[in-house]
């Protein structure tokens, strides 16, 4: 499947480039779009006894009654509803003018589990919260039982962020055309959608370099050419030093998970850095991990110059406050100084809170050109925290939110979430659903943490490497699934390279 998605605005340019330029006309694209909806429901409900088809005012409701048609004609029972009279002249008066049979009024609609309902009410062009008819609608298709296939999104669900506006069809199957929206990927709509299959119909391909399109899922091609690989003549320095920063005594787990999973992705070597306090916990359960005493930010500067640091984390267990905040300061200072790689993450990120400006100032300060890259992962929590007047509850898609958090902070930030966003300051995005629900337990994000530090150590720029970690820790929650504790997920990396590394074999065999 394709990784490009495309915003409602960009699809509706999408259809009128293609119209432009032919072959299909308007009614050519909806009658592929009918057609493709068609197939889908005879695909995977033949045994349905009656089909339902709910068509609202505009085009989704077209596609919807091109469906009807060739439903009917395929040999099924099929009743259709419509909106009141579709625009004069029109592609929907088109469609309505080709279904050979009385259409009904929506208020009519009623069906029973053993039918199916094909969902056309509203697409692309939902422009408000579903009132009405359209809401009873939605309750009536949830009580009757019966499969819900959607034409491309669920009635009341936004293509734009996936919210929800009022209420919204519950679908078993969603059929979407050209390429997938982005509520296609984040919740509530995800939820929503059940299985989305994408229908050609055909739209030419050369359309999107004329959109510009700048949101992706988070697949491998986003990244995998920049993932690092070893050379065969180097030594465990130019594999990238990571240093990760470990809370005190009672709290020095977190820093353990991820420098574990900085070192499992592929950096030379990785030290922790810890108060005196806890260096004797932290030194009881470590092996490969180099430990070294630091309580002053100063030693802490001179020792990343010395053992070559290439990334820092600070963040996981670390505890909220002013050493938190002087150690963050002196973080970028090596940053803007040295080039190294800096991941902030929980308490480098909450110890800002009211004041983000001053850590935002902090790591834009003169010299960036020669500076490292910067990846914030906050979860909604913190990021609300951060970034005042961006919480989810603004009205802005989650894509959005991080983009301009993004520019605000001039670091890549990682939206954590079923469906995180990973944005850089130029306004790349992509959205990742390669993950599992099983990985939301505690110390899965110091993992996530750890990865991406290591990631950077190894010279990875800061959105390939925050993308990247998010797949292969997702990639390793799906392998573990059900039980997996956080510690796992180090463990399991180097399966997951090792699968990403097969699959490049197997892209380079070509076809058998
Ligand atoms: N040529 C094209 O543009 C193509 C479009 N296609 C289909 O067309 C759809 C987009 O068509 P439209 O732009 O006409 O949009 P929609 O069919 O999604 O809905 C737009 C209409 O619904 C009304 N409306 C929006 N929200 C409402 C609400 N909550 N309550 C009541 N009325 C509401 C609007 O005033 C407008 O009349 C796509 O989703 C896709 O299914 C396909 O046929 C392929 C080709
Ligand atoms: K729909």
Not at 72 to 96: F, I
Not at 456 to 465: D, N, Y
Request: proline fraction near 6%.
């Amino acid at each position: 499947m394709s990784d490009e998605l495309l915003t409602p605005d960009q699809m509706a340019k999408a259809d009128r480039l293609a119209i432009e330029g032919g072959p299909f006309d308007g009614y050519g694209l909806m009658l592929n779009a009918g057609r493709a909806v068609a197939a889908v429901v005879l695909a995977h409900f033949p045994q349905a006894r009656h089909a339902h088809i709910l068509c609202g005012p505009g085009n989704n409701g077209g596609d919807g009654l091109v469906a009807a048609r060739f439903l009917r004609e395929a040999g099924m029972a099929v009743s259709a509803y419509l909106a009141p009279a579709p625009r004069e002249g029109g592609e929907v008066a088109r469609a309505l003018a080709d279904f050979p049979e009385t259409v009904r009024p929506l208020e009519a609609f009623c069906a029973t589990a053993e039918d199916v309902v094909v969902d056309a009410l509203f697409g692309a062009g939902l422009a408000r919260p579903l009132d009405g008819v359209f809401a009873t609608l939605v309750d009536k298709a949830r009580l009757s039982g019966a499969p819900v296939v959607a034409v491309d999104l669920p009635s009341g669900v936004s293509g734009q962020s996936g919210a929800v506006l009022g209420a919204a069809m519950a679908a078993l199957r969603t059929v979407t055309f050209f390429r997938r929206k982005p509520g296609h990927l984040l919740f509530p709509g995800r939820g929503l959608c059940g299985t989305v299959e994408v229908a050609d119909i055909g739209i030419p391909r050369r359309v999107l370099a004329e959109i510009g399109v700048d949101l992706f899922e988070n697949t491998p091609r986003r990244w995998r050419a920049a993932l690092p690989a070893p050379d065969p003549l180097g030594h465990k320095y130019s594999r990238g030093h990571a240093g990760i920063f470990s809370g005190g005594p009672s709290a020095t787990g977190a820093a353990r998970l991820a420098a574990m999973a900085a070192a499992r992705s592929g950096a030379g070597a990785v030290t922790l850095l810890s108060p005196a306090s806890a260096l004797l916990v932290n030194a009881a359960h470590l092996t490969a991990i180099m430990l070294q005493r630091a309580d002053d930010p100063d030693h802490v500067a001179a020792f990343a110059g010395e053992r070559k640091l290439s990334a820092l984390a600070i963040g996981p267990g670390y505890g909220v406050g002013e050493k938190c905040r002087a150690f963050v300061a002196m973080a970028a200072g090596l940053r803007r100084e040295r080039g190294l790689g800096l991941v902030l993450d929980a308490d480098a990120l909450t110890s800002f809170e009211g004041e983000p400006e001053a850590l935002f100032a902090c790591l834009n300060l003169g010299g960036v050109e020669e500076a490292g890259s910067v990846v914030l992962t906050p979860h909604e929590g913190e990021f609300a925290r951060l970034f005042p007047g961006l919480g989810a509850h603004v009205g802005l898609s989650k894509v959005e939110r991080a983009r301009r958090a993004a520019a605000r902070a001039g670091a890549t930030v990682v939206l954590k979430g079923s469906d995180s966003v990973i944005a850089a300051p130029d306004g790349r995005a992509v959205i990742n659903i390669h993950a599992s629900p099983y990985l939301a337990t505690a110390g899965s994000g110091d993992v996530l943490t750890g990865l991406i530090t290591g990631l950077l150590a190894q010279g990875m720029p800061g959105f390939e490497a925050a993308a990247a970690a998010v797949w292969l820790h997702g990639d390793a929650g799906l392998r573990l699934g059900a039980g997996l504790v956080a510690e796992d997920l180090p463990a399991a990396i180097p399966a997951v390279l090792a699968g990403l590394s097969a699959a490049d074999e197997s892209f380079r065999e070509g076809p058998r």
